[in-house]
């Protein structure tokens, strides 16, 4: 079964960077497409980004605004969220998903359903 870990999350201070890492184990990952996503306290989870099993082509929510980036490696069974100048607001845990479908609508990604979810990691942006 497919297991995802993350990993790169901390503490940042404002305009600061993260990378976050996502490995998966248990199945290939280069068939599916792999999303972002993200739970801020007391707020529903969103869509940060999604990226294609070829990784040609990915999907942004309008909050990333340029300074986040989605890529994954498929010969290290691993995606990734480059993360730069982040705020306050960006804290939350964030999670990778993979192996459905995701979906961009005014300004807001969405998924139809991942089959699975890591665990999550915990982004805190001080001020």
């Known amino acids: 079964q497919l297991q995802l870990v993350e990993s790169g999350g901390g503490l940042v201070q404002l305009g600061g960077s993260l990378r976050l890492s996502c490995a998966a184990s248990g199945d290939d990952l280069s068939s599916y497409a792999i999303g972002w996503f993200r739970q801020a306290p007391g707020k529903e989870r969103e869509g940060v980004s999604c990226?294609?099993?070829?990784?040609?082509?990915?999907i942004d929510a309008d909050f990333v605004k340029g300074r986040f980036t989605i890529s994954r490696d498929n010969a290290k069974n691993t995606m990734y969220l480059q993360m730069n100048n982040l705020t306050p607001e960006d804290t939350a845990v964030y999670y990778c998903?993979?192996?459905?479908?995701?979906?961009?609508?005014?300004?807001?990604?969405?998924?139809?359903?991942?089959?699975?979810w890591g665990k999550g990691i915990l982004v805190t942006v001080s001020s």
């Open positions: 998903a993979v192996r459905g479908a995701c979906y961009r609508r005014s300004g807001v990604v969405g998924t139809y359903g991942m089959d699975y």
């Open positions: 990226i294609s099993p070829s990784g040609g082509s990915t």
